[in-house]
């Protein structure tokens, strides 16, 4: 393909809601599509979407057994805990040519859907936003920055060119990098400490943005995550620990990520993906994981008070 002309985009949550919009822009006419089952369009009918207090436009959406084109680009933006339901609705949406991102938290998405759809998956993080979901509401300052790149080749493709290309279109931030696994793995360090600590602590970004009791143990969950990216081949060292807090100084103090909010609603969070995931790689390399261990342990007390 010359270029990205049709999108399929699986997911109205945060990301979703803050994206669709300049997706969609960048799509050929009547070429963006939101996958969505007949439940959820009647909601998003009923209730609408709004970004930053402003009515979003409908969208066309798509069943998942509705037939249709298969999409130049795929994106997947759902809670782990319902990709695999959204891997099997997304079908009809991929083909040959496809290409596929995930913008999901964590290392664990991309293998996932590369395990069913093949070598179509780029890797994909998205980092600096600050949105707040409120229902159909999503409030936000900060818009984040792209990263994108191969995840099993140093090589800049022509499909990522494609993609830098659409995303140009889109007007939204990007770079492309030849280290696509230790970024995502810089990500996931940040996650797991900033999710978790604002979570247990009951804040939000102006929490772990001061120093004090709160920022010292996100930098210690922080820093298990780079002795066990080590121990995976990973090269993660305490200058991506620092990169990845001059990420969060913007943020607005007053906001949240993503599982403090989930708690708040009364939503299981995806706990799993980051604590789970340190402690069942610790006991992989045989290594210790006790910050992790004692976040995760809280987290699923929080859960326990639905």
Request: proline share 4%.
């Amino acid at each position: 393909m010359n270029n990205i002309k049709t999108v399929s985009l699986i997911g109205l949550g945060a990301l979703g809601l803050l994206f669709a919009e300049p997706f969609a822009s960048a799509a050929s006419p009547g070429g963006f599509r939101v996958i969505a089952d007949a439940s959820r369009q009647a909601r998003y009918r009923k209730e609408g979407l709004y970004n930053n207090d402003k009515a979003l436009s409908s969208f066309k959406m798509l069943r998942p057994d509705e037939a249709c084109e298969p999409a130049d680009l795929l994106i997947f933006a759902v809670k782990y805990g319902q990709l695999p339901q959204a891997i099997a609705d997304a079908s009809l949406h991929v083909g040959d040519q496809t290409i596929v991102l995930s913008l999901l938290n964590g290392i664990n998405s991309e293998e996932d859907i590369r395990a069913v759809y093949g070598d179509k998956v780029l890797g994909c993080t998205v980092q600096g936003m600050d949105a707040t979901k409120e229902g159909n509401r999503l409030y936000w300052k900060n818009l984040g920055t792209f990263t994108v790149g191969e995840l099993h080749s140093d090589q800049i493709t022509p499909r990522l060119l494609l993609v830098a290309d659409y995303l140009t279109r889109a007007r939204l931030p990007h770079t492309i990098v030849t280290n696509m696994r230790e970024r995502m793995w810089g990500k996931f360090m940040l996650n797991v400490g900033i999710n978790q600590v604002v979570s247990v602590c009951k804040g939000n970004y102006g929490s772990i943005q001061r120093e004090g009791p709160e920022r010292e143990r996100m930098i210690a969950a922080m820093r298990e995550v780079i002795t066990l990216a080590k121990a995976e081949g990973i090269k993660l060292d305490e200058n991506d620990l620092l990169y990845w807090l001059d990420v969060i100084k913007p943020l607005a103090a007053e906001g949240m990520p993503s599982m403090r909010q989930d708690l708040l609603q009364g939503r299981k969070t995806e706990v799993d993906l980051f604590a789970g995931a340190v402690v069942r790689l610790g006991q992989k390399h045989g290594i210790a994981t006790p910050v992790n261990q004692a976040l995760l342990e809280e987290i699923l007390a929080l859960e326990k008070n639905f």
